[in-house]
């Protein structure tokens, strides 16, 4: 409590000296285009995909970052600074930027795209008492309600380019309409005793709800969390005694602790392959399929569905 606490002060500290530096501002009237900051690469893709040529945005954490231990730098206070829209997830994602983003929401537009998501809709927390599980973005039909949130925001704050956004919305949405039905088909391929997902930290509750998978991690929900000895040999006995084929790595999260697991499984007489490198809190590569969240989806189930069948 006292870290962050600590932290608060000192990023306050910095938001104050960026504020007399840059002064008021406004981003808008340098091109004309409202200015959007995004924490993750996720939120960044529905808002260029929603927003088009009438924003400009700009994504604090890029690919590799994992949003539960980010803490922003000096260049990131004075991008939240200039925004003229912030969009963060919520939900206790962005653990240490949580109260300057709500201070930042007292002067300017700051949106969590989770917020407005019904609570029976969302998992509750492992990790943390009376707060629910961040991941949204995994089950597709939730992603979809965020998009709106994106969608009418923009709209608020520009109604000029009202047709504009609501175009844009319409012709996304059906895109993940159409990724969520693919998903679906996928998972239904693998035998319904094989529909078990086990990566580094508890990322895929979401997905496993949507879609019915058994979702196991080693680490919790927020990777803060640190991973023993016990929680290795636990998934160790359930992988062995359930003959799982294949368990996952994240391209946000340390290979180490999952590679700790397959060797244990390994001195119980089973073998299980590391079945390929998975999208959790960090999109991929910008340019890249991956890099898109559609893109990370289909990176995702193209991964897990092969390992799972032993192909």
Known sequence: ????FTFTILLCGMFLFTACQTGAENSAADNGKLTVVTTISQIADVVINVGG?????????????????????????SSLQDADIIFYNGLFLEAQMEDILEQLGERKTVVAVAGTIPADLLLDSNDYEDEF??????????????????????IEKDPENASTYEANAEAYLAELAELDA????????????????????????????????????????????????????RLADYITDNQIRAIFVESSVSERNVEAVQAAVDSRGWTVEIGG???????????????????MVRHNINTIVPALLGE
């Open 53 to 77: 040529d009438s924003i400009s945005v700009d994504q604090l954490m890029g690919p590799g970052s994992d949003p539960h231990l980010y803490s922003p730098s000096a260049g990131d206070v």
């Open 182 to 233: 693919w998903v679906t088909s996928e998972i239904d391929r693998i035998p319904a005793d094989q529909r078990v997902l086990i990566t580094a930290h508890d990322a895929f509750n979401y997905f496993g709800n949507a879609y019915g998978m058994e979702v196991l991690g080693l680490q919790g929900i927020s990777t803060a969390s640190e991973a023993g000895t016990a929680d290795v040999q």
């Open 133 to 154: 599980d961040p991941h949204i973005w995994f089950d597709v039909n939730l992603w979809a309600e965020a998009t709106k949130v994106v969608r009418d925001t923009l």
């Open 277 to 295: 490198s998975l999208f959790s809190d960090a999109m991929g590569e910008s340019g890249t399929p991956e890099g898109t969240y559609i893109g």
């Open 1 to 4: 409590m006292f870290k962050k």
